[in-house]
């Protein structure tokens, strides 16, 4: 027998050999991400996605109940970094919607009178020197759909929109159920549904996330009802399965979330980008089972008749399909 079949049969020497392969795959990812993470790409020139971070926050800013003056380093830095593009790039997707976003900001502070800050003439002046009005954004009106359980699947998808604030109204079990159902519905890797849904009710756990989740800012935090999506780390394999956790949370989560607005419950997902600490904290609090993380947070709960959200506007279809 060859040596290697015998160190193959040896299950502890595999397991110490599946290890190592496991830290190095999340090594060259760890390399991988620390070269080429957002703020060192942007470092190299790569600026459009930084563009559309500050577009949103702008947006959700235009979004608040109360509004109170906001985005002014925002728009400045926004400004600086328009202000690098050439005549060619000013045709990309990103340069118009940082246009865009600037005129939409300019004129929700003439709405409510801030407009002495320098801040706001050097928007207003970029702005109105770059004038595109093909692209929308700020904020909409959205009302709430109307979706009943036979409704086409175009009724669902393209009707959905991340909404931050909610009726005062408890959510319907039976409304739960069904979104379960999508849940379990969604497809996962061998089928190994490794993911679990937990409904937190429970006052003093609500707190601690109100407290906790990044993204949470602009949520009415009094009617919002939190649903935390977890995956077993129990049930990946060996070290090309390091990213499926990820991978099947966004599937179920996505099926989760169109049940709920097919029962007229809005929703809005907030990454779990939290630091160790605050994941572990989280984690014993929940009393989840060591090998199981928390792959993603969905705020919910029933429409109200009229939503103030971004225009979230979307790129074209050219923008991000190539046949090769």
Excluded at 76 to 81: A, N, Q, T
Excluded at 182 to 211: G, H, S, W
Aim: hydrophobic residues 35%; proline residues 3%.
């Amino acid at each position: 027998m060859m040596l290697f079949d015998i160190l193959k049969r040896n299950d502890s020497l595999r397991s110490i050999v599946k290890k190592g392969k496991i830290y190095r795959e999340y090594l060259h990812d760890a390399r991988q991400m620390s070269r080429y993470y957002l703020g060192a790409s942007e470092s190299r020139g790569k600026k459009e996605y930084r563009i559309m971070l500050l577009v949103h926050s702008l947006e959700k800013g235009m979004c608040m109940p109360n509004p109170r003056p906001f985005g002014y380093k925002k728009v400045v830095h926004l400004v600086h970094i328009l202000s690098d593009y050439n005549e060619l790039n000013k045709k990309d997707f990103e340069y118009k919607l940082g246009i865009a976003i600037l005129k939409a900001w300019c004129s929700f502070c003439e709405t409510h009178g801030w407009t002495e800050q320098k801040e706001y003439r050097i928007a207003s002046e970029y702005a109105q020197k770059n004038g595109i009005d093909d692209i929308a954004a700020g904020s909409r009106i959205m009302s709430a759909p109307h979706i009943t359980e036979l409704s086409s699947f175009d009724d669902v998808v393209f009707s959905r929109h991340s909404v931050r604030d909610f009726a005062d109204i408890p959510l319907k079990e039976d409304d739960i159920q069904y979104a379960l159902k999508c849940f379990l519905e969604a497809p996962t890797a061998c089928n190994r549904q490794m993911c679990k849904v937990y409904y937190i009710t429970n006052p003093n756990m609500k707190n601690t996330l109100d407290n906790t989740i990044m993204g949470v800012a602009g949520f009415n935090k009094k009617t919002v009802n939190y649903f935390v999506i977890t995956y077993d780390t129990a049930s990946l394999d060996y070290y090309g399965e390091r990213n499926q956790g990820h991978l099947n949370t966004g599937l179920v989560a996505m099926n989760f979330v169109n049940g709920l607005h097919a029962r007229g419950i809005g929703s809005c997902f907030m990454q779990w980008s939290n630091k160790y600490s605050e994941d572990l904290q989280i984690r014993k609090l929940l009393k989840l089972p060591e090998s199981e993380r928390i792959g993603i947070v969905i705020g919910a709960g029933y429409y109200l008749n009229e939503s103030t959200i971004p225009c979230s506007f979307r790129k074209s279809i050219e923008d991000i399909y190539r046949v090769i």
